[in-house]
């Protein structure tokens, strides 16, 4: 399995504070991805990327923004924390093997903003 | 409009059966692929099987298997001899995307299962 680590964990932060994300895999996959999890919306994708410094928008990126300086490093970034900004945050990277694909997720991000 | 599609927001099963969880999906992208993952309560996504448009066989993968019916644009997953662990919520999610050179997962809404003993 691909070594996929986000950290924070957890967080907890006000309204209007920036808060940055940080996703890290230790396998060179090009493939890097930003989803939030909220109840009766599934997963949705807020950022990709498809290499360093290659970054593309999802269906609900507004408010969000996105960094890739390292083929192992994918950072997402709110730049003014809102309520609505509260929910669950994974990263995912994609992994093909012969004619199997695979998305590999982090242990996702609890994010609350008061 | 959306491009997965899961009509069962919640569904039970009696421990031992097999239940089906319904997933359709729209896209116009010859090249596309298909997944299933588990989310239990403990919130990490478990990745349960795999199918690639092109595959002619209906992918398996011990008591999972997909059931892809291509001309109805639908994926749904089997799950045989259910068991109280299979509890947990469960997402189809496609892929498009690799013949336009981007490679982009879409996630369905998810579909919620209880296992009755």
């Known amino acids: 399995d691909a070594g996929i680590t986000q950290s924070p964990r957890h967080k907890v932060t006000e309204t209007g504070t920036p808060v940055t994300l940080r996703c890290h895999q230790t396998e060179n996959h090009r493939y890097m991805y930003w989803y939030r999890q909220d109840p009766g919306h599934g997963l949705r994708l807020i950022h990709y990327?498809?290499?360093?410094?290659?970054?593309d928008k999802g269906e609900v990126s507004d408010g969000y923004s996105v960094s890739r300086s390292k083929t192992e490093d994918f950072l997402l970034t709110l730049e003014s924390a809102t309520s609505s900004q509260t929910s669950v945050y994974f990263c995912a990277i994609s992994e093909s093997a012969g004619s199997t694909e695979k998305l590999f997720f982090g242990s996702g991000t609890q994010l609350s903003v008061l | 409009a959306q491009k997965i599609t899961q009509t069962q927001p919640g569904m039970f099963v009696q421990e031992k059966e097999a239940v089906t969880l319904d997933c359709t999906y729209d896209?116009?992208?010859?090249?596309?692929?298909l997944f299933w993952y588990k989310q239990p309560s403990s919130g990490e996504m478990i990745f349960l099987i795999y199918?690639?448009?092109?595959?002619?066989q209906n992918a398996t993968e011990g008591r999972y298997s997909l059931n892809f019916q291509k001309a109805r644009k639908s994926a749904n997953l089997v799950i045989s001899a259910s068991q109280l662990g299979d509890s947990a919520m469960y997402f189809c999610?496609?892929?498009?995307?690799?013949?336009?050179?981007?490679?982009?997962?879409?996630f369905g809404r998810g579909t919620s299962l209880i296992v009755h003993p």
């Open positions: 199918q690639g448009s092109y595959d002619q």
């Open positions: 896209t116009s992208d010859p090249s596309y692929g």
């Open positions: 999610a496609m892929r498009e995307g690799l013949s336009g050179g981007s490679y982009i997962p879409t």
């Open positions: 990327s498809y290499g360093v410094k290659d970054t």
